[in-house]
């Protein structure tokens, strides 16, 4: 249990921390893309800890999975009920510009922030597995170098996998994005750890290139650009899939739907019609 108490309170120092600068930063709104520098920092660095949790904790710690897929839950509502209004996800942010809601330079600026919060996440976390507090830590600060990759399939069956988690992971937060926080939240937790816990002995269904830049990307056994193409283009086909399929076209490229035909709003009476005749 010592293990799991130090992992507790690395992870409420790592809440309180993103929740501080949140706060510090909505007080000025031009630095809002600064936001999802603290949601991608929150999320990668917990990530990183419920990582080092089922690699080394179920055998050295004495976790069970039902253990390491609470921790995951409580991790991504933690992160949802925090960072509310920020995704800390490269996938959502291209989403909200391919549909005109953001303009080129708030995006990139988001995507930017995103990735510098996922490698600050990774040098705080390497910093303190450095600490050795538990001997859970100690043997991930030894095995640090040579981690395990989360990609344990083929690259191409790993970006098939991000895909289709990613292409259901977007049509369902189509529709709970207008749904009560108390709503929403709570199920996109549960459906992300779904997707994580079912996917794990694929790619663990990261659904977002700078959590899994943070989680695998320095693991050995594949190259930055094979990462890239699983856990990059895999999630923004997905992405561009589901987003086609809700839509019926991408806002930002095409203005006429491609899928579905739009029916007329309004009706001309019958009545009209006729006296027009005459």
């Known amino acids: 249990m010592s293990g799991l108490n130090a992992s507790l309170g690395y992870f409420v120092s790592v809440v309180i921390f993103a929740a501080s600068v949140r706060t510090l930063f909505r ?66 942010v291209l989403l909200k510009f391919l549909q ?37 830590h100690m043997i991930k600060n030894l095995m640090y170098q040579e981690c395990s990759s989360s990609l344990l399939v083929s690259v191409l069956q790993g970006f098939f996998t991000e895909c289709v988690c990613t292409l259901v992971f977007i049509l369902i937060h189509f529709n709970l994005r207008h749904r009560s926080a108390l709503i929403r939240i709570p199920l996109i937790a549960a459906l992300l750890t779904f997707l994580s816990h079912t996917a794990r002995g694929y790619t663990s269904a990261y659904m977002n290139p700078s959590l899994a830049y943070g989680l695998t990307f ?29 839509m019926g076209h991408i806002p ?11 029916k007329t709003r309004f009706r001309v009476p019958k009545g009209d019609k006729v006296e027009k005749k005459m």
Request: charged letters at 10%; proline letters at 5%.
């Open 218 to 246: 320095h693991c050995p056994g594949f190259t930055s650009v094979q990462y890239a193409v699983v856990y990059g283009l895999g999630p923004l086909t997905g992405m561009i899939l589901a987003l086609l399929l809700y």
């Open 27 to 92: 007080k000025w709104p031009r630095l809002g893309f600064m936001l999802e520098f603290v949601s991608s920092f929150m999320l990668v660095a917990c990530r990183l800890e419920v990582q080092t949790i089922v690699e080394v904790g179920e055998w050295a710690g004495g976790l069970g999975p039902d253990v390491t897929v609470t921790m995951l839950f409580v991790v991504l509502l933690t992160n949802g009920v925090v960072c509310d209004g920020a995704s800390g996800n490269p996938t959502l």
């Open 252 to 262: 930002r490229i095409f203005a006429k739907n491609l899928l579905y035909f739009q």
């Open 100 to 136: 005109l809601e953001t303009p080129t330079l708030p995006t990139l600026l988001a995507l930017l922030a995103q990735f510098l919060g996922a490698h600050l996440a990774l040098f705080v976390a390497v910093y303190y597995w450095s600490l050795e507090l538990t001997d859970m």
